[in-house]
C-alpha cells in the first residue's frame, strides 16, 4: 500500500522552530518533483517549498530565508526545517512526493 506520512508538527512559539518530515511507503522515489504546501482555517492552500528533478527548488516568498526543503532518498523521506517561525505560519502542513499526497501535521505557532 502506497502512504505519505506527514509528522513533527505541534506548537511552538514565535521565533521557534519545528523540522517536519514525509515518510514514504509503499513505493521509491528519487527526482520526482516534491513539495510541501500548507493550509489554515478559511484560507486557500498554499505553496510553501517546492523540489524539481532532485534539485531546483523554490520557496514561497514568505517562507524564503526561514525554511529548507531536502530529501533523503536512503531514507525515502521529504523534510521541511522550519525556523523563526511566525503565527502566519501556522497551518496544518501536506506534503507530495509525485502524485502521492500525505495527510498533513498541523503547526502552531502561538504565545
Known amino acids: 500500500e502506497v502512504q505519505l506520512q506527514a509528522s513533527g508538527g505541534g506548537l511552538v512559539q514565535p521565533g521557534g522552530s519545528l523540522t517536519l518530515s514525509c515518510s514514504a511507503s509503499?513505493?521509491?522515489?528519487?527526482?520526482?518533483?516534491m513539495n510541501w504546501c500548507r493550509q489554515a482555517p478559511g484560507k486557500d492552500r498554499e505553496l510553501v517549498a517546492s523540489?524539481?528533478?532532485?534539485?531546483?527548488?523554490d520557496y514561497a516568498a514568505s517562507v524564503k530565508g526561514r525554511f529548507t526543503i531536502s530529501r533523503s532518498v536512503a531514507e525515502n523521506a521529504l523534510s521541511l526545517q522550519m525556523n523563526s517561525l511566525k503565527p502566519e505560519d501556522t497551518g496544518r502542513y501536506y506534503c507530495?512526493?509525485?502524485?502521492?499526497w500525505g495527510q498533513g501535521t498541523q503547526v502552531t505557532v502561538s504565545s
Open positions: 523540489m524539481i528533478g532532485g534539485g531546483h527548488i
Open positions: 507530495r512526493i509525485g502524485q502521492y
Open positions: 509503499g513505493f521509491a522515489f528519487r527526482n520526482e518533483e
